[in-house]
């Protein structure tokens, strides 16, 4: 309980709740497996998802200001293909990474002129590039695998360092992306301005803010961090295959809405969002002592995804109806607007 | 006010004539390139083979026509699909006697409880469909693998009356297709003939203004994704009998052959427009492009860069096409009011 | 704050009963009653001698009762036959729905009311005024006892205006009772058997239409003399700081022009989309313009976007507080901050102590009553946000300052507030823009007003020229006698 009372000092109270949820996971991995609380495989728990969690932390911009990108996960493949690819044809680490990670920005910025410049959905739009991503992996690398990645990569992504080689390299870099981006979003104009946008685009176009591009830039930001995620995976696999990153999109998004996001934009912390990727991994190696297949595990991910977001708006209602003030918009009384423009987002 | 009327009406008749008729000249093009390249192409046998392989999908995306009606979207589809034929093909391996309907209807039950969750949870839990149907797409492919348990099923574990289904032919017509024609038919009946059906048409097209007409909005979202699990249920049923040879993954990404065929056939991801008959156009387009590329031996890679291409072409273009029709229809609007205040002011009366 | 306090209304069966007042009089609050959208403190409500509660806009249906608005609401994808009965279609025997049936009525009510339109139509090509139309055939096949019509002429050529109203006529000569709303005292005068006027709120006056002048009209709806609420200071008039020429985006207005100096308030007035705010918007930058020149400070400026228009030292305090003036769940210092946060913010990052103190400056000057600087402005009082919103546009300390009705639905005590703030703001040298329907508010602060009609200037009045009769006369075309 002290645990708590600390994070709710720390963080919000949704925060606390994680931790929380943290703790018991990790508590019902103890009873499973007494090796649970060892360093070594503390500091591991996040390993296997450090792509994932490179992605939430793109795509938690995008949440944040009021739009949703789906397509992070076919990003992602594009960029590890092109990678390969390009290392393959004998370009040195530093190059290949960096198309990768170019691929991976190109492609948010054409999610992002889309969505920003034309002002299509971006639900609809990233439907599409979902797909079409996905397949231009495929057209890319073909059904085969490219391996022999060197070394030097395969450190990136699986590597350790540290006293007695305990920490994971890959971990450093996740943290220290969320670091750099909890800054960025958190203590920076740019930040600043995604929130609001997300909270009220309309408002934020009076007061002359750079809406249309900060939009393309979101995107563009999502897709780099791909990009990133590209490199490290690569790394952790040793090799690169088209259908890489398939199944993250679940997980993904799950982070990104339990770590407190607004799915329909304008509030989050970074913060929420790395606990709710500890939560997911400690939950999904809990599952994995217990012998739960990968799959199965999909259930229990989705419904903490549905949970997370029922129990948002459930709290949302029960404050609009019971307590403080109403909020000013929406209400049994709205008239509606004579015709609503069509473009609109669905989400 | 009868001269202007029917400018405008005809100016908006024929943008939303043009989208059914452009995607239907887009088929018959496909179709006249594959039978100019592939020498197969045109031949009985092949073009029964793309309807049969297309009715699934079409079966499937008359639901899903119906959830965007309503400016939603089920992502699930592919995993009620896989979820079904799973189930159907276990319980007939067990169970060679039963009763082919008896099947069927087990299947339809398992998608519609599967539909209703998802109608539930976006239309009472409020979660954006997008989300909801993400997470029980997961949720019910990992039911799929329990119900699996990494075993496959194969078509000799099958009855053989079973898989004639598939071969079987109705009227000239592989049964399968003949499925599909039901389904079409009874879908556009629906959408329609009942208030429901015409009731997904308004909520999509001003949710608003539906909620104060009186229109029981909740009620109608959740039958709308109720529907589409029900025949994503009769979906698995077919793929079942098409295919034979089950396992977990059995009909995943499925869900994207579904929302391209109505997406590309002008059902609008906007809500409120769209037809099950252009649905069924697309589903054709899909299906063919899919074979030529299988024909032509181009890699199958291509089909899903394609299909997402064009979700990402049919979006734009329905939203070029609206803004501009709208602005056109506005300025014209604008114009008269300003010559006709002019007209009133030159001769006070 | 009451919005409107003991109102006796009899409206008749086949009779047109006009309801005048100017802006914030009350008129809305009373529609929105009677359709259901909010309810009385007390008071009764008796129809046809029974007495009724309208709980919801479901409830006026119930009771008969069908409204129109400006804006008619339709489904855009939809039909014209099935937007008139949405909700409500025939059904056959068999219960699908009977399209024979529901196009025969929609032909038959469009014919009844002479309107040339094909059950068939998509409504998305369809104007205003057609649309006006389709709510009044919903009204009619809904069989509605008391039909009210909210400024349904806003968006009309004086042609539609006509047919709109041979229709209106033939609706109350087969016992509709009719609500109309309206701010032109020509068509009032023209369609009404009846007038009422409310002012501030208050029920002023109920008389036969024929016995009601337009001079007498506008007199009961001015009817206060001007108190002191409103100082304008004495301030020195100096250079051109914004000048119009031949402003114009078609089809909203056309050909304004007008100047004003460094320590001058303009007043803009005329009636509810007259274009006021439309020529504010459109030189800020947030929708196109067509055509016509406009100079800062002697210099050229062409509006592109909000952004351009800042740099150049325009600034517009928009008329949607809730929706376009402030991001509800952010706080005071963060709303302050919002238009000059590139000052504040060097290198990209923020400074939260920089914008606290940004904001407690002006929340001492603009008293602001808030706990602190980063309380969310969500938690504060109408008035007091609109200091918010006019504290983020002080700090871009801007030359000319568009003001877009700074005080609608503020209380009295910020009201003046703002009236000082705004003179003292003029008396600094800052150009000032007023845009306000309250005609004493335009009248004590403004030393020149620009009067717009129809989108046009209708009248330029100084000082010593203006009075609420002028003013009217122009934004209404009509001369009192």
């Known amino acids: ?347 | 006010m009868s001269a202007r009327g029917t400018q405008a009406q005809a100016l908006a008749a024929t943008a939303f004539r043009l989208r059914e008729f452009g995607i239907l000249v887009a088929l018959l093009a496909t179709g006249l390139f594959f039978t100019l390249r592939a020498t197969n192409f045109l031949t009985g046998d092949n073009l029964q083979d793309i309807g049969t392989n297309v009715a699934i999908v079409i079966v499937v995306a008359v639901g899903q026509t119906m959830v965007i009606l309503t400016r939603n979207i089920d992502l699930s589809v592919g995993s009620i699909v896989g979820l079904t034929a799973v189930i159907t093909a276990q319980t007939l391996a067990h169970h060679h006697g039963l009763s082919l309907w008896v099947a069927a209807l087990l299947a339809v039950a398992v998608g519609t409880a599967c539909g209703l969750a998802n109608g539930l949870l976006v239309a009472v839990a409020r979660v954006p469909a997008i989300i909801a149907t993400l997470a029980t797409l997961s949720i019910y492919r990992g039911l799929v693998f329990q119900r699996a348990h990494g075993v496959t099923i194969n078509q000799s574990d099958l009855p053989n009356g079973f898989l004639d289904l598939a071969t079987r032919k109705v009227l000239g017509t592989p049964f399968l297709l003949f499925v599909a024609v039901v389904v079409v038919v009874l879908g556009s009946a629906f959408l329609h003939w009942t208030s429901s059906g015409r009731d997904f048409y308004a909520i999509g097209s001003n949710p608003a203004a539906a909620r104060f007409a009186g229109i029981a909005v909740t009620r109608r979202v959740i039958l709308a994704l109720t529907l589409s699990g029900a025949l994503a249920g009769l979906g698995g049923f077919m793929w079942a009998a098409r295919f034979g040879t089950l396992n977990a993954v059995s009909a995943s990404g499925f869900e994207f052959d579904v929302i391209t065929a109505a997406v590309i056939g002008g059902v609008n991801v906007f809500g409120g427009s769209g037809t099950v008959l252009g649905a069924v156009i697309g589903a054709l387009l899909v299906g063919t492009i899919a074979n030529g590329f299988t024909l032509l031996r181009i890699s199958e890679f291509w089909k899903i860069t394609f299909q997402g291409f064009a979700i990402v072409v049919a979006v734009t273009i329905d939203a070029l096409v609206t803004q501009r029709l709208q602005e056109a229809l506005r300025r014209r609007r604008r114009r008269e009011v300003a010559e006709a205040r002019a007209e009133a002011r030159e001769s006070p009366a | 704050m009451r919005a409107l306090a003991e109102v006796d209304l009899a409206l008749e069966a086949g009779k047109v009963h006009a309801l005048v007042g100017e802006n914030g009089a009350g008129k809305s609050t009373l529609v929105k009653i009677l359709t259901g959208v909010e309810q009385p403190d007390e008071g009764e409500l008796l129809i046809e001698g029974v007495q009724q509660r309208i709980a919801d806009p479901h409830a006026a249906h119930r009771l008969g009762i069908a409204a129109m608005y400006q804006e008619p609401t339709v489904f855009p994808d939809l039909r014209v036959a099935e937007n008139i009965f949405a909700g409500r279609r025939p059904r056959s025997r068999l219960g699908t729905v009977d399209w024979g049936a529901m196009k025969r009525e929609t032909r038959r009510v469009l014919s009844d009311i002479e309107v040339d339109l094909d059950p068939d139509t998509p409504v998305r090509g369809l104007g205003v005024a057609d649309r006006q139309l389709l709510e009044i055939a919903k009204a009619l096949t809904a069989e509605a006892r008391l039909l009210i019509m909210d400024e349904p002429t806003a968006a009309l050529s004086p042609r539609e205006v006509d047919a709109l109203f041979a229709i209106v006529r033939q609706l109350s000569a087969r016992g509709v009772a009719i609500l109309f709303v309206s701010h032109r005292l020509e068509e009032i005068s023209a369609i009404s058997d009846t007038v009422s006027v409310l002012r501030d709120g208050r029920h002023v006056a109920t008389r036969p239409a024929a016995e009601l002048s337009h001079a007498e009209m506008i007199r009961l709806m001015v009817g206060r003399t001007l108190d002191q609420l409103f100082p304008k200071e004495e301030a020195e008039i100096g250079e051109p700081a914004l000048e119009l020429r031949s402003f114009t985006r078609r089809g909203t207005f056309s050909d304004v022009s007008f100047t004003v100096r460094r320590g001058e308030i303009l007043g803009l007035g005329g009636l509810v989309g007259a274009g006021r705010s439309e020529v504010a918007r459109s030189l800020f930058g947030i929708d196109p313009h067509d055509g016509g020149e406009v100079r800062l400070d002697g210099t050229p400026f062409h509006p592109r976007s909000p952004r351009a228009a800042l740099r150049r030292g325009l600034a517009y305090l928009p008329e949607d507080r809730l929706a376009q003036g402030l991001v509800q769940t952010m706080a005071v210092a963060t709303n302050t901050s919002m238009a000059i946060l590139p000052r504040l913010s060097p290198g990209g990052f923020l400074r939260p102590g920089r914008e606290r103190r940004l904001a407690e400056r002006f929340m001492e000057r603009l008293r602001i009553k808030a706990t602190s600087a980063r309380q969310p402005v969500e938690a504060l009082s109408g008035g007091t946000q609109q200091k918010v919103v006019l504290s983020k546009w002080l700090a871009a300390e801007p030359r000319v300052l568009i003001l877009d009705e700074p005080t609608r639905g503020v209380d009295v005590a910020t009201k003046a507030d703002v009236h000082r703030t705004i003179s003292t703001l003029a008396g600094e040298g800052l150009a000032i823009v007023l845009i306000s329907s309250e005609l004493p508010e335009l009248l004590g602060m403004s030393d020149r007003i620009v009067v717009l009609r129809e989108g046009t200037v209708a009248a330029e009045l100084t000082r010593d020229e203006a009075d609420s009769e002028r003013v009217l006369e122009a934004a209404t075309g009509v001369r009192p006698a």
């Open chain 1, 1 to 347: 309980m002290k645990a708590l009372a600390l994070a709710r000092a720390t963080f919000g109270r949704w925060e606390a709740l994680l931790v929380l949820l943290i703790v018991a996971a990790g508590a019902w991995s103890t009873t499973l497996s007494p090796y649970f609380l060892d360093t070594g495989n503390l500091l591991d728990l996040l390993t296997p998802y450090i792509a994932v969690g490179l992605l939430a932390l793109g795509l938690t911009f995008v949440v944040i200001a009021g739009e949703i990108d789906i397509s992070v996960a076919s990003t992602l493949a594009v960029s590890a293909v092109v990678l390969a690819r390009v290392w393959d044809a004998g370009a040195n680490v530093w190059v290949a990474s960096a198309a990768g990670l170019a691929v991976g920005t190109g492609l948010g910025l054409f999610n992002g002129v889309l969505v920003g410049l034309l002002n299509l959905p971006s639900l609809a739009v990233t439907l599409g590039t979902l797909a079409a991503f996905r397949g231009l992996a495929f057209v890319i690398l073909g059904g085969e695998p490219v391996t022999g990645l060197p070394e030097g990569w395969s450190q990136l992504g699986a590597g350790y360092t540290g006293p007695g080689e305990l920490v994971p390299i890959a971990l450093l870099i996740l943290l220290g992306f969320a670091l750099l981006l909890g800054v960025l979003l958190h203590a920076t104009r740019f930040g600043r301005y995604l929130y609001a946008i997300g909270s009220n685009r309309e408002a934020a176009r009076f007061s002359g803010l750079p809406v249309s591009r900060m939009r393309v830039a979101l995107f563009a930001l999502s897709g780099s961090m791909a990009g990133i995620a590209a490199v490290v995976l690569i790394g952790y696999y040793g090799s690169a295959r088209a259908d890489v990153g398939n199944e993250f999109l679940l997980d993904v998004v799950t982070a990104v809405v339990l770590g407190g996001v607004n799915i329909f934009g304008g509030s989050g912390s970074i913060a929420g969002v790395v606990l709710a990727m500890i939560l997911i991994a400690t939950l999904r190696n809990g599952m994995g002592l217990a012998n739960i297949s990968a799959d199965t595990q999909g259930i229990v991910i989705g419904a903490l995804l549905l949970g997370a977001i029922v129990a948002g708006n459930l709290s949302q209602f029960a404050r609009t109806r019971w307590g403080g003030r109403a909020r000013a918009t929406g209400g049994r009384g709205e008239v509606p607007r004579s015709e609503e423009v069509a473009v609109s987002s669905k989400t």
